[in-house]
């Protein structure tokens, strides 16, 4: 049961049965994150915050988002996505709210995951280790190791190439002339 299209209108679900055979060709299912990722190259990162926050979905497919939407959520968030959606992708969606229960939010789909690295985590005999040498400490954050690791070895750890060394064999300031000045 629908209660409002963007823009508006009032609308009501369609039998699965009375559909149309394109449609049911184009019925190919789209992610939040997909959706999330139009919004990032759109960088409108307050519909981003409010998708990742609000959007609970219930249908996810091309041209088609069925969505709950979480306390909090702003009236205009079903409108300003079909807006963002028809501009990144040339066609027209239709972005209602519906009555029936929808699936996580990124935000809570990305907080039941740092949860469970958080268990994980503290399972480990090092981390049970640690937490017991230090009473009252608990783990604050967790990153991946590829997020804190450089992208390669920095260019000043690069060793010389053998044309551009130089080869000092004795004291510089020995020399009679260290410039090559006289003749």
């Given at each position: 049961p629908l209660r409002?299209?963007?823009?508006?209108?009032?609308?009501?679900?369609?039998p699965r049965a009375e559909r149309a055979p394109a449609a049911q060709a184009e019925a190919v299912v789209v992610s939040l994150e997909d959706?999330?990722?139009?919004?990032?190259?759109?960088?409108?990162?307050?519909?981003l915050d409010e998708i990742e926050r609000f959007?609970?979905?219930?249908?996810?497919?091309?041209?088609?988002i069925e969505f709950t939407p979480r306390?909090?959520?702003?009236?205009?968030?079903?409108?300003?996505?079909a807006q963002m959606l028809h501009r990144v992708t040339g066609r027209r969606w239709s972005v209602a709210v519906s009555d029936a229960a929808g699936g996580q939010t990124l935000a809570e789909?990305?907080?039941?995951?740092?949860?469970?690295?958080?268990?994980?985590?503290?399972?480990?005999p090092l981390v049970?280790?640690?937490?017991?040498?230090?009473?009252?400490?608990?783990?604050?954050?967790?990153?991946?190791?590829?997020?804190?690791?450089p992208a390669g070895e920095p260019?000043?750890?690069?060793?010389?190439?053998?044309?551009?060394?130089?080869?000092?064999d004795g004291d510089i300031l020995d020399a009679d002339d260290p410039f090559g000045e006289e003749g």
């Open positions: 409002a299209v963007a823009g508006g209108a009032v609308a009501a679900a369609a959706i999330a990722a139009m919004v990032v190259g759109e960088r409108d990162i307050k519909l959007l609970s979905p219930v249908t996810l497919r091309v041209g088609l306390p909090g959520a702003p009236a205009d968030l079903a409108g300003r996505l789909r990305r907080a039941e995951e740092e949860a469970g690295m958080m268990a994980e985590a503290a399972r480990h049970m280790a640690a937490l017991a040498a230090f009473p009252g400490a608990k783990i604050g954050a967790m990153r991946p190791l590829s997020a804190l690791a260019d000043y750890l690069a060793p010389v190439p053998e044309d551009d060394a130089v080869d000092i």
